[in-house]
């Protein structure tokens, strides 16, 4: 039973950061993408970040790429997504998902099985 467990979201003014883990267990991810997706209110599941966790390829959004940097930690089985220079329109809930997935799919998400709970990530002005 994969399980996916996030943590490290908070409150944070315009232009500071955050770190989120994602805790992942119940299986070995080599083969799989690991995800992270986002989500505002009333809205579907956007996507952020991806990485390959055998060899660390990353896939960003264009909305966080500069700003965004997703990574995995083997040894931890955890992923992590530091957040810089965020922005009031990054406040959302944020999800990490895990599947094996190819090629343009992985900013899909339907294409991923596994999903944590969300961390609530708010950027006041």
């Known amino acids: 039973q994969v399980q996916l467990v996030e943590s490290g979201g908070g409150t944070v003014q315009a232009g500071g950061s955050l770190r989120l883990s994602c805790a992942a267990s119940g299986r070995t991810f080599s083969g799989y993408y690991m995800a992270w997706f986002r989500q505002f209110p009333g809205k579907d599941r956007d996507f952020v970040a991806a990485?390959?966790?055998?060899?660390?390829?990353?896939y960003y959004a264009d909305s966080v790429k500069g700003r965004f940097t997703i990574s995995r930690d083997n040894a931890k089985n955890t992923v992590y997504l530091q957040m810089n220079s965020l922005k009031p329109e990054d406040t959302a809930v944020y999800y990490c998902?895990?599947?094996?997935?190819?090629?343009?799919?992985?900013?899909?998400?339907?294409?991923?099985?596994?999903w944590g709970q969300g961390t609530q990530v708010t950027v006041s002005s």
């Open positions: 990485i390959r966790w055998s060899s660390g390829s990353a």
């Open positions: 998902a895990a599947d094996r997935v190819f090629g343009a799919s992985i900013r899909d998400r339907s294409e991923y099985d596994y």
